[in-house]
């Protein structure tokens, strides 16, 4: 049996991936999580009995002094993660998003926990038009969340100590997971098509990266294990799935030919980034192995089947449970 990792937020869209493949790895794994959305997401695997749970707030230091006793590594995914579901309550979701992390690395610091991998997002690269941006490539947040985002990776990177911090920008993630999300670009356009046959398009001309959620967990996974690498910043996913919002339309029209798509003005939305993974590639070794395509033929697939009995329900979009349960302490990507 393997080191015990502590994730925050495993029964995330994320989360429940990465929880599978920790256990499936050898690893114990223990989670600190309060369900905010739920525990379906790692609901049938609750009682491996490498798995531990803790039902518990990451914003509470004592929950977190607690979870990461004796841990080798942390895994960081608990946030309120996307535009809408910060913009509800900006005084909370700042609580939750950025003074949690300074609490995060605190008591990891003070426990002598050897390394921690956050999770971040390609979103703090923000307005940057078409060219391929690196991490070190100037950062433009157009969004609260994104700005928590990179106000954690400035207090991780500054209070670290000796702990090896290790931060993934994550393109925007897609596909099928156990605690699933219709709420992200691929997987949205993919059910309209499914389900009502027509897929609204604004600012079709605005670059987005994406990462199959496999991928996602894959990454972090990656992240924990390579010791050698004593941290840093990485963007997470892989040019070749760089594509405009107007160009992952056309992939979901041409999977569903009879789809209507109507195309509209950009509104408010500013944001567009094109970016770059050779850094990734280069010092961890990290590879994407699915494509938007995947995705699509995955959540098409899922909707068909009717599993899913309406994608518009609350429990698939952040913004909207957060809205109509309440508001509290945190949330899991």
Not at 1 to 12: E, H, I, N, Q
Not at 59 to 81: E, F, N, Q, T, W
Not at 83 to 96: F, K, V, Y
Not at 246 to 254: D, F, I, P, T
Request: glycine share 8%; proline share 2%; aromatic share 6%.
């Amino acid at each position: 049996m393997k080191d015990v990792v502590l994730v925050t937020g495993a029964a995330g869209y994320v989360g429940s991936h990465l929880t599978r493949k920790l256990l499936a790895r050898g690893y114990r794994v223990r989670v600190l999580d309060n369900f905010l959305y739920g525990k379906q997401g790692i609901e049938d695997v609750a009682s491996h009995p490498a798995l531990e749970l803790i039902e518990g707030d990451i914003c509470d230091p004592s929950d977190l002094a607690k979870a990461v006793r004796g841990v080798r590594g942390v895994i960081a995914l608990a946030a309120l993660v996307g535009d809408g579901a910060c913009d509800l309550h900006p005084e909370r979701s700042m609580t939750i998003n950025y003074y949690s992390t300074k609490h995060t690395v605190a008591a990891c610091r003070d426990a002598g926990v050897p390394r921690l991998v956050f999770a971040s997002s390609c979103s703090v690269y923000g307005a940057n038009g078409n060219a391929l941006l690196h991490e070190d490539s100037y950062l433009n947040p157009v969004s609260l969340y994104a700005r928590t985002r990179l106000m954690s990776e400035e207090i991780l990177l500054r209070e670290a100590g000796n702990m090896d911090v290790v931060i993934l920008r994550l393109a925007t993630v897609c596909g099928v997971s156990p605690r699933m999300r219709f709420d992200l670009m691929v997987n949205t356009m993919s059910a309209c098509a499914v389900m009502q046959n027509l897929i609204r398009v604004s600012g079709a001309g605005q670059w987005r990266p994406h990462l199959h959620v496999q991928d996602a967990a894959e990454a972090f996974l990656l992240a924990l294990e390579r010791t050698d690498v004593r941290g840093g910043i990485f963007n997470a996913g892989s040019e070749e799935q760089n594509f405009t919002v107007g160009q992952v339309a056309e992939k979901v029209a041409a999977y569903v030919p009879s789809v209507r798509v109507e195309i509209s003005t950009n509104g408010n939305d500013r944001r567009s980034y094109r970016v770059g993974f050779e850094r990734i590639r280069r010092v961890l070794g990290f590879r994407a192995r699915h494509t938007v395509d995947d995705a699509i033929q995955e959540v098409c697939t899922l909707l068909a089947s009717g599993a899913v009995a309406d994608f518009r329900y609350d429990q698939f979009h952040n913004a909207k449970w957060l809205s109509r349960n309440g508001h509290r302490e945190q949330g899991a990507a």
